[in-house]
T-cell receptor
Framework: GENVEQHPSTLSVQEGDSAVIKCTYS??????FPWYKQELGKRPQLIID?????GEKKDQRIAVTLNKTAKHFSLHITETQPEDSAVYFC?????????????FGRGTSLIVHP | SQTIHQWPATLVQPVGSPLSLECTVE??????LYWYRQAAGRGLQLLFY??????ISSEVPQNLSASRPQDRQFILSSKKLLLSDSGFYLC????????????FGSGTQLSVL
């Protein structure tokens, strides 16, 4: 089955700095890579995703890159703000019988210091 | 619009007691449904998923079970809880045919004492 490794487990930055979270996956058939943000005590919410036919995707201060050959993808947050503090999960998935079953990384706790 | 309801929000149960967590989705038909458990430092662990009524796939063998008695209802159960069952349980759904995006419920914090 798929295996997703996520690093670092904890990331502490100063407000305004950039933050990068990296994930690797094992199944070359995986073709969809979402990122979820979970604020303290709340549900995970999808913040950005990328498909295997795209190398990079941006949404304001957030960007995700994908290297299919190396089987790794990364989340980049620029100009970090205190409200970016949360746990971020990466995932890898592929279609299987009408559904996608994502395999999640263990999460990165991002702390943005004002 | 679609919404997902999960209850209870918090539950404290003694070891050996039964468990029933319920999740319902509104505003969509034939959703894919999922149960995840979140333990500290272990991320999101998939427990069960369902692509239709009565169709349950188990990812992790344990003393938990799941049932889908109706199209938009997903139930997580246990006959006898263990201490190791403590954790944050999340129900999620996705649209059949656009199944890659998950929408999570608000979760249940289960403490087994």
């Amino acid at each position: 089955g798929e295996n997703v490794e996520q690093h670092p487990s904890t990331l502490s930055v100063q407000e305004g700095d950039s933050a990068v979270i990296k994930c690797t996956y094992s199944d070359s058939a995986s073709n969809y890579f979402p990122w979820y943000k979970q604020e303290l005590g709340k549900r995970p919410q999808l913040i950005i995703d990328i498909r295997s036919n795209v190398g990079e995707k941006k949404d304001q201060r957030i960007a995700v890159t994908l290297n299919k050959t190396a089987k790794h993808f990364s989340l980049h947050i620029t100009e970090t703000q205190p409200e970016d503090s949360a746990v971020y999960f990466c995932a890898a998935s592929k279609a299987s019988g009408g559904s996608y079953i994502p395999t999640f990384g263990r999460g990165t706790s991002l702390i943005v210091h004002p | 619009s679609q919404t997902i309801h999960q209850w209870p929000a918090t539950l404290v149960q003694p070891v050996g007691s039964p468990l029933s967590l319920e999740c319902t989705v509104e505003g969509t038909s034939n959703p894919n449904l999922y149960w995840y458990r979140q333990a500290a430092g272990r991320g999101l662990q998939l427990l069960f998923y369902s692509v239709g009524i009565g169709q349950i796939s188990s990812e992790v063998p344990q003393n938990l079970s799941a049932s889908r008695p109706q199209d938009r209802q997903f139930i997580l159960s246990s006959k006898k809880l263990l201490l190791s069952d403590s954790g944050f349980y999340l129900c999620a759904w996705s649209v059949w045919g656009q199944a890659e995006k998950l929408f999570f419920g608000s979760g249940t914090q289960l403490s087994v004492l």
